[in-house]
């Protein structure tokens, strides 16, 4: 299978998607086989909510060779509304305008090229709400 193709079909990195514990409850992202909570393993697939509220965050001032011209940029932990929290780059907002508790939005971006005619790589952003 092709680098791209398989990417693409993987649900939660493209549509937000998790998995919900049909016995607990409790939600995972990304999804597991076996629930920790209960050892349940039956789950129900759901759909993240796209806003949070941003938990910490550092920035990166010295990046890897695939994302040296974006920096500086921002990474943080974000608390969806729903719960789960996630690790995104947050864009579209210089570093020193970042605080602790604001609230992001969830976008579909493009991450990464791998050269010139390389692969493109989406996913999820954060940007200010």
């Known amino acids: 299978m092709f680098p ?13 998607e998790a998995e919900k514990c049909k016995k607990c409850g409790k939600i995972y992202f990304p999804p597991r086989l076996i629930c920790p909570e209960c050892k349940s393993r039956e789950f129900e697939q759901v759909k993240l909510k796209d806003e949070g509220t941003l ?3 550092t920035v990166i001032r010295v990046g890897p060779s695939q994302f040296v011209n974006q920096t500086p940029y921002a990474m943080g932990i974000v608390k969806l509304d729903d719960g789960i929290n996630i690790l995104a780059q947050i864009v579209d907002c210089e570093p020193d305008q970042i605080q602790t508790g604001m609230k992001l939005k969830i976008e579909f971006r493009k991450i990464q090229q791998d050269g010139e005619a390389g692969i493109l790589c989406y996913g999820y952003k954060c940007v200010p709400a």
Do not use: F, G, N, S
Request: glycine share 0%; aromatic share 24%.
């Open 4 to 16: 791209a193709r398989y990417w693409r079909e993987i649900p939660q990195r493209y549509r937000m």
């Open 55 to 57: 938990l910490t965050y």
